[in-house]
C-alpha cells in the first residue's frame, strides 16, 4: 500500500521522483485516495501528513534526474498502473 509523505531532503526519500506532463511518458500512472484505507499497491497513493504514518517517503527531483521515477496522475481509478518494468515496481 502506498502511503506517501513528501520529504523535504533527497537523502531523506526512498523514493526520487519527476511529474510528467503525458502519460506516455510516465513510468506508473497514480490515482490519489482520499482515505488511507483506500491506499492500495503502487498505483492508488494516499498523501499522509506524517513520516511516521507514510510506507513511502517521496522526494520531487530535477527532471533531468535519469533515475527518477516518471509519475503522471489519473482521475479515474481505473486507470493507475504501471507503464514499464521499473526496478521500483512492487516496492512502493
Same mark, same amino acid.
Request: proline share 3%; hydrophobic share 45%; aromatic share 12%.
Given at each position: 500500500?502506498?502511503?506517501v ?10 523514493? @526520487? ?6 502519460? =506516455?511518458?510516465?513510468? !506508473?500512472? /497514480? #490515482? ?6 483506500? %491506499? ?6 494516499f ?9 513511502? @517517503? ?6 533531468? =534526474?535519469?533515475?527518477? !521515477?516518471? /509519475? #503522471?496522475f ?5 486507470? %493507475? ?7 521500483l515496481?512492487?516496492?512502493?
Amino acid at each position: 500500500m502506498a502511503k506517501v509523505c513528501i520529504v523535504k531532503n533527497a537523502y531523506e526519500a526512498d523514493v @526520487k521522483a519527476v511529474e510528467v506532463a503525458r502519460a =506516455d511518458e510516465a513510468d !506508473l500512472l /497514480v #490515482f490519489v485516495e482520499k482515505a488511507g484505507a483506500k %491506499a492500495l499497491g503502487d498505483t492508488r497513493w494516499f498523501y499522509s501528513g506524517s513520516v511516521f504514518a507514510c510506507t513511502t @517517503k517521496l522526494f520531487w527531483t530535477n527532471p533531468d =534526474d535519469p533515475k527518477a !521515477l516518471k /509519475v #503522471f496522475f489519473v482521475d479515474e481509478e481505473s486507470e %493507475a498502473k504501471w507503464t514499464t518494468e521499473h526496478p521500483l515496481r512492487g516496492q512502493l
